[in-house]
């Protein structure tokens, strides 16, 4: 449902190469980290998204940009779920 979800809020604003599970499921709050000369990029995703996350820059990423989804999506993604927002 969610990577569902995900592609109505990205549509045409980004290209979404792939998504995947993180290897760890107790991320308390959503994060987007970008390799350098990537923020620009970071902050547009960022600004699609219903809810502020942590931007920060790391190195050794698989994509130039990833998008860690934490606990703090929760609520949005049950509103989504219900029918309670709309994208």
């Known amino acids: 449902f969610f990577k569902k979800s995900m592609k109505k809020i990205f549509k ?14 107790g991320y308390q709050i959503s994060t987007i980290n970008f390799t350098p000369g990537y923020r620009a990029e970071a902050e547009k995703m960022a600004a699609l998204l219903p809810i502020p996350v942590e931007i920060k820059e790391a190195n050794n ?11 703090d999506l929760l609520t949005f993604d049950s509103s989504l779920y219900n029918g309670q927002y709309d994208i």
Do not use: H, T
Request: proline share 0%.
């Open 12 to 25: 045409k604003d980004l290209k979404v190469w792939a998504y995947a599970n993180a290897q760890y499921f």
């Open 61 to 71: 990423l698989k994509a130039d940009v990833e998008l860690i989804l934490g606990e």
